[in-house]
């Protein structure tokens, strides 16, 4: 009977360590933070720089071997932020084709609008939400870099979320964003309403923590398993 014992809470714990393995190593996988490449462009890797101004901006683009990168000043909203497109070998593709420079590489933080008033419903969370003038996919990887010493302190290391008007629901993007000299860089696919919070959301689709919380159930009903076996080889 000992022997059974033994035998079904080593199967328990085996089987319980194998799919833990398991599950965390997809999750490592699953919500990686991104690495974002926030390199200083060298001079001698600057083929053109040019400069587009108005009542409303400021925009300098400087475009490299591997990027377009467009430096803005906005003058109305009182920001200053920069948009980095990633070139690719394969595509030809002129982002002054894809998009409205002077109108669709704006963006609001904390602005009154539709995503950012169901963010503020939704998360109880100290955030900063940033909105984007342009909604839809972007032409090429991009890397948005902002300003955001008036809300977070150097150092720390923030959780990136989008708000999927789709569904109405708080969807998780990234984490391990670092505040470093006042500016946070974040690599976006599509332009929406996001925010960044030191903290984790709950009740956010893909989060971070959820892995975590089936570990912890698996080992208790291990447990309970095995105080269930002990009982019954008492009887």
């Not at 809300?151 to 964003?177: A, Q, R, W």
């Amino acid at each position: 009977m000992k022997k059974k014992l033994y035998w079904n809470i080593t199967i328990s714990i085996v089987l319980v360590a194998v799919f833990i393995f398991v599950v965390s190593s997809f999750s490592a996988n699953f919500i990686k933070s991104k690495e974002v490449d926030t390199r200083v462009l060298a001079s001698s890797d600057v083929d053109i720089t040019t400069s587009i101004q108005n009542q409303k901006t400021k925009i300098t683009k400087t475009e490299s071997k591997d990027y377009y990168t467009y430096a803005i000043i906005d003058y109305e909203r009182g920001l200053n932020y920069s948009w980095q497109f990633q070139k690719e070998a394969d595509k030809n593709i002129s982002i002054e084709d894809s998009l409205y420079i002077d109108e669709d590489l704006r963006l609001s933080l904390n602005a009154d609008t539709t995503g950012a008033n169901r963010i503020e419903d939704k998360v109880e969370q100290k955030k900063l939400i940033v909105s984007f003038d342009y909604h839809g996919t972007l032409p090429l990887k991009t890397t948005v870099t902002i300003d955001v010493r008036d809300k977070f302190k150097d150092g720390e290391s923030l959780y990136l979320y989008y708000y999927n008007p789709d569904n109405d629901t708080i969807e998780y993007i990234m984490k391990d964003v670092k505040v470093n000299n006042g500016l946070v860089s974040f690599e976006i696919e599509h332009c929406s309403d996001y925010f960044l919070t030191a903290a984790v959301v709950n009740d956010a689709v893909n989060n971070p923590q959820s892995v975590n919380y089936i570990i912890i159930g698996l080992v208790v009903v291990v447990f309970i398993l095995i105080a269930i076996t002990l009982k019954q080889s008492k009887k």
